[in-house]
């Protein structure tokens, strides 16, 4: 009975120790309320390129529990208190900074970035070294990835007039605009791949810390996520080519076409993630 008890206890202090720092979390994004909105709408628009940022947050606090006995609280010495405090400071410069110039990007990890430096104050700086994989996976979160939404269409533009120079299909493609004898498609920002991208390389990424593989193995596993994300974009842009040609432009996978990428992209990327997770639990490489 006594042992249940401990266990139950350890149990509830680990658990305490999470939410703390949920609350925290939550209390920072209600004081900066107007950037974290910034945010969080892009997250609430589930078809477009972050719609997976509540299960990333979902992800982060997860592995936060799995390091839950490894967090101790603990009252903050002197140093700590001034370091954080001068991080804080920086923090919220950043933040003013961001706001008076309308830089999205850097006001929204500033709000995080501010959540991040007070994690020592009840921790201790050694938290941060034992968090630092859920701390870093935000990035998959925030619209960092925008800058290379231009390259992504160029390269699509030109993947696809390759694969499709192999096919008897009549078109000409200029810049993001694939010419057809019975229409024209448009190669738009939205369908660049980068939701493709950014899904790929956090999935990727995210198994291979659970299997604790090796740097080089990490960083392999990372580009070929990426690669095969890419790749699945090209793909779906040339199958839906080769159907509005068939169609007439008449096939309603024209128009509609969300659902569909998502069951290829998921269909290439899951036997990389199985792959990667072949040796669990007990023979990690």
Not at 64 to 91: D, H, M, S, W
Not at 260 to 271: A, E, K, R, T, W
Request: hydrophobic share 55%.
């Amino acid at each position: 009975m006594m042992e249940y008890k401990n266990v139950m206890a350890n149990s509830l202090q680990g658990f305490s120790k999470v939410l703390f720092l949920a609350l925290t979390l939550l209390l920072i994004g209600s004081l900066f309320h107007e950037s974290s909105m910034t945010l969080i709408i892009k997250w609430t628009k589930f078809t477009e390129s972050y719609g997976h940022g509540f299960l990333v947050l979902g992800l982060i606090f997860f592995e936060i529990y799995n390091k839950r006995f490894e967090l101790e609280f603990q009252r903050p010495p002197l140093a700590t208190l001034l370091i954080c405090t001068a991080f804080v400071i920086t923090g919220l410069i950043c933040l003013v900074v961001s706001i008076k110039y309308e830089i999205e990007l850097i006001e929204q990890a500033s709000v995080y970035g501010l959540w991040v430096v007070t994690i020592p104050l009840f921790f201790s700086f050694n938290a941060l070294k034992v968090l630092w994989f859920p701390i870093l996976f935000f990035v998959f979160a925030i619209p960092v990835w925008d800058q290379v939404n231009s390259l992504l269409v160029v390269m699509t533009s030109w993947a696809v007039s390759l694969m499709l120079a192999h096919t008897s299909i009549t078109f000409h493609i200029y810049e993001n605009i694939i010419e057809l004898p019975f229409g024209t498609l448009i190669i738009a920002d939205s369908c660049s791949g980068l939701r493709y991208l950014i899904v790929g390389a956090a999935m990727v990424t995210y198994a291979t810390y659970i299997e604790n593989l090796r740097v080089k193995k990490i960083l392999f596993y990372i580009l070929v996520g990426v690669f095969v994300s890419i790749f699945a974009n090209w793909l779906r842009v040339m199958i839906i080519t080769v159907v509005a040609y068939n169609s007439k432009m008449q096939d309603s996978l024209v128009n509609d076409h969300d659902n569909f990428g998502l069951v290829l992209f998921f269909v290439l990327i899951m036997p990389l993630i199985f792959f990667i997770s072949r040796k669990r639990p007990n023979n990690r490489e």
